[in-house]
Structure formats: C-alpha cells, structure tokens
C-alpha cells in the first residue's frame, strides 16, 4: 500500500509529511516517560523483521493481485504505539530512499495510513478492547486479526481519500474505494494471522513484554534474547532467501488503481516538485526496486514470470535494507532513551 508520488497533489503531500512530523515529534516525547534501555534492540530487530515481511507479497486467490504485511500492528503489540510509529516510519524511509518503494512526496502519506491507523486507532480501540489484560491464544488471535483488518481498511480508505483531495481524477471516489476497501480487507485477513503468530511466539517465550506495553510499563530486567535472536534470523532469512517466493501479482494498491483506471500506475508531472523529488530519489536509491540497476536491453532479456525469483539483488537488498532499518531504529532508541540525572 506504498503510495508513489504522481497519486497525491503538493498540498496533500505536504500536509500529510507535516502531519506525520508532527506524530514524530509526539511520539519522541512520549516514549521518554515509559522507554529503557532494554527495548532499544526489540525495536531494531522489529523494524528489520518488517522490512523483510513486506518484501513477501502473497497472492490472494481468484484476484490476481497480492498483498504483504504492513506492520503496524505488529509493532504496536510489541513496542507500543509511539515507539510502533517511530519503527514503522524508520522501515518507510529507508524503503523510498534507498530502494525507489514508494515516492518522497507520498512519505508523509505513507507513514499516516501504515502508521498513524494501526497504531493510534487499531490498537487501543480494538486490540486493547479485546485482549485486555489477560491475554489468551483465542483472545491474541482474534485481537491481532480484527485490529489488522480494521488498521487496513482505514489505511486503504486513507488511500482514497488522498488521492480525491489530490483530484486525481483517473481514480473517482467509488469506484476507487469500491476496489481497496475489498481487496484491502482479504489482506488483512492474512496480515493478521501472521501478525498473531508472531505476537503468540513472543508471549509464550516472554509475557512480560506485552504486559509491560499494555500497563505503559518498563521491559524489565529479564533476558530477551531469545527472542532477539530467532526474530533476527527469521528476518535475515526472509529478507535474503524467503523473498525469491514473493507473489509477482501486483499489490492490492496496482490490483485496485488497474480496476478503475486500466493502468497499474499514474504519470507524474514532468516538472516542478513532482520531478525534483524523483530526481533526488534516482539518485540515492542504490537497489531499486529491489535488486541491481541494470541497462534496459538487459532488463528486456529478463525471462518474465520466472518462479521463484531467484536473485542476488534481491537477497543484498534484504540484508541491506535489513541492516539499515534496524540501525536507524536502534539509533533513534538511544538518542531518545531517559537521560539519568547526576546528583
């Protein structure tokens, strides 16, 4: 559900990158009552196991179009929303600098329908209503689902939404939202068994990190690294290996922009700010789309529709992207973590 930039206005993506700096500086200043030390690496390991996640699209039968797991949900159980926000946004950035997946202009968009939804509303309005404070595997499965399902469904109406007040006019109201909000809800569908099997995994091995997220609550002296450990190699091996499986149907975003428009993607302006940001973008995405550059007469030689896609851009891209995203968290984690006051 990465938004590129020819599907929003400059007015729109401003005041969607303006809204989510402003949830960033929000959530910066929140996570400094209730954060320590101890969470800091759950968070990397997160963000790069999200990474990974959304390089996986699965198909959804009879459509032919796929979806990936957003991550929102995930992360909010974990981590709590604020530090979620502040892991989903790291994910996004390193996603459209260094890999072309979605535009510099629809960031701000991108990071408040994959972020701000899951997080701020699906979350405690949903999950938090069910689960409560005694979680059990039915209560985990159902919590975890229906607030992915509902997280999606406002991302994907948020998607819609911001292409009507963009006036994109390839993509009217109903007939566009006609197509996500459908499409969108078999996706959440799967996002949230995936999200309730990690979130099961973590309980058992360690309860007391959804506890201490649900009561505001510091992790605490026990030892996560088990679960460090496990959610690192399932990250590596997803984002290096498991990625050659992913779906080469188009996501649920191209599936739902070709059923109303007939084409999978939108021409930007050739000029103006539209332009400057692909232009900055062409320059800093060093695996775009995923995988190495290579010269169109070689990229026309390409077998099409070859499965698995075996591929060592893609595996570098996994590992790099990988790397890079729970750098960035980590490093947040520290700049923002209490500071002790020295008598």
């Known amino acids: 559900m990465h938004m590129a930039d020819a599907l929003i206005s400059p007015a729109v993506g401003g005041t969607m990158w303006v809204a989510s700096a402003g949830l ?68 996004l950035v390193v996603q459209a600098l260094f890999f072309a997946d979605g535009g510099l202009l629809a960031l701000g968009c991108n990071m408040f329908n994959l972020g701000f939804f899951p997080c701020f509303i699906a979350y405690p309005l949903v999950f938090r209503k069910i689960v409560g404070d005694k979680p ?11 607030a992915a399902i509902i997280g999606l469904q406002l991302g994907a109406f948020g998607v819609v939404m911001e292409t009507v007040f963009s006036d994109i006019s390839e993509l009217p109201f109903r007939t566009f939202a006609l197509v996500m909000q459908p499409i969108h809800l078999a ?26 997220v649900s009561q505001s609550k510091p992790v605490g002296s026990y030892s996560i690294k088990r679960i460090l450990i496990i959610l690192l190699a399932v990250a590596a091996l997803t984002g290096s290996m498991l990625s050659w499986f992913a779906s080469s149907y188009p996501d649920g975003l191209e599936w739902a922009m070709f059923q109303t428009s007939g084409s999978e993607e939108l021409e930007a302006p050739e000029h103006g700010i539209h332009a400057s940001l692909a232009s900055i973008q062409g320059s800093t995405a060093f695996l775009p789309d995923y995988g190495f550059a290579s010269p169109e007469s070689e990229a026309e030689e390409e077998l099409p529709g070859q499965w698995p896609a075996i591929d060592a851009g893609t595996t ?8 890079l995203t729970l750098s960035i968290a980590v490093l947040t984690g520290y700049i923002l973590r209490p500071r002790k006051v020295t008598p």
Not at 316 to 323: A, D, H, K
């Open 136 to 146: 059990t595997p039915v209560r985990l499965c159902i919590g975890c689902t229906a």
């Open 24 to 91: 960033i500086g929000y959530c910066s200043k929140k996570i400094r009552t209730v954060f320590d030390d101890r969470r800091i690496p759950l968070m990397g390991v997160l963000g790069a196991f999200v990474f990974a996640a959304q390089m996986i699209n699965f198909s959804i039968p009879g459509t032919g179009s796929s979806g990936h797991l957003g991550g929102g949900m995930l992360l909010a159980v974990l981590l709590g929303p604020h530090a979620a926000f502040l892991v989903i946004s790291s994910v």
């Open 316 to 323: 570098v891209s996994g590992l790099i992207g990988g790397l």
């Open 187 to 212: 996706i959440g569908i799967v996002e949230g068994l995936v999200t309730a099997s990690v979130v099961a995994f973590v309980w058992k091995a360690r309860p007391e990190v959804l506890s201490a």
